[in-house]
T-cell receptor, first 111, second 116 residues
Framework: DAKTTQPPSMDCAEGRAANLPCNHS???????VYWYRQIHSQGPQYIIHGLKNNETNEMASLIITEDRKSSTLILPHATLRDTAVYYCIVRAANRDDKIIFGKGTRLHILP | DAGVIQSPRHEVTEMGQEVTLRCKPI?????LFWYRQTMMRGLELLIYFNNNVPIDDSGMPEDRFSAKMPNASFSTLKIQPSEPRDSAVYFCASTPTGYLTYNEQFFGPGTRLTVL
């Protein structure tokens, strides 16, 4: 079973920030939070990952709460091309854990 | 780099036929993964290889499924005999180092399999 809980769907207006939440209340100390997204008819695409500090790259920002039980993926200026299913995944980086994709959040960017 | 290459992109076959899906990982990547995606079950890991050796095949649904990686640049997933419930999109992914050290997975475009 996936170790994360995400809302099934969200809407966001084009040009606004999209904030996608993820709950991972049973996360262990050595487990990272990863985000992937899957645009329709394509394979999943890596976005970002982090352990406990906030992370930012050219695609998004990842905010992890101090207790690490939840996180938020932020797309700062959403465009129509960001319409996709976003998966939050928890996994240890140095153990033989399978990457388990849950059902994710279907993000609709509205024009 | 062309990314992970999968063929065919679409396959329609009849129940009982053998199906072979092919994957070419990104050059230099030494871990390869096969996933299956359906509406009901989502994205499931079937098997992964490290340095051409199968490491974990516990996700392979049954003996009708088999996977090989004869060299670092090619892998196959075979279903024999195929059944309608095997209809799904099959993804191949690769990473530059071993599974035990996380690296982002690079996914191919997938093969959409329909078994009639």
């Amino acid at each position: 079973d996936a170790k994360t809980t995400q809302p099934p769907s969200m809407d966001c207006a084009e040009g606004r920030a999209a904030n996608l939440p993820c709950n991972h209340s049973t996360i262990s100390g050595n487990e990272y939070v990863y985000w992937y997204r899957q645009i329709h008819s394509q394979g999943p695409q890596y976005i970002i990952h982090g352990l406990k500090n906030n992370e930012t790259n050219e695609m998004a920002s990842l905010i992890i709460t101090e207790d690490r039980k939840s996180s938020t993926l932020i797309l700062p200026h959403a465009t129509l091309r960001d319409t996709a299913v976003y998966y939050c995944i928890v996994r240890a980086a140095n153990r033989d854990d399978k990457i388990i994709f849950g059902k994710g959040t279907r993000l609709h960017i509205l024009p | 780099d062309a990314g992970v290459i999968q063929s065919p992109r679409h396959e329609v076959t009849e129940m009982g036929q053998e199906v072979t899906l092919r994957c070419k990982p990104i050059s230099g990547h030494n871990s390869l993964f096969w996933y299956r995606q359906t509406m009901m079950r989502g994205l499931e890991l079937l098997i992964y290889f490290n340095n051409n050796v199968p490491i974990d095949d516990s996700g392979m649904p049954e003996d009708r499924f088999s996977a090989k990686m004869p060299n670092a640049s090619f892998s196959t997933l075979k279903i024999q005999p195929s059944e309608p419930r095997d209809s799904a999109v099959y993804f191949c992914a690769s990473t530059p180092t071993g599974y035990l050290t996380y690296n982002e997975q690079f996914f191919g475009p997938g093969t959409r399999l329909t078994v009639l």
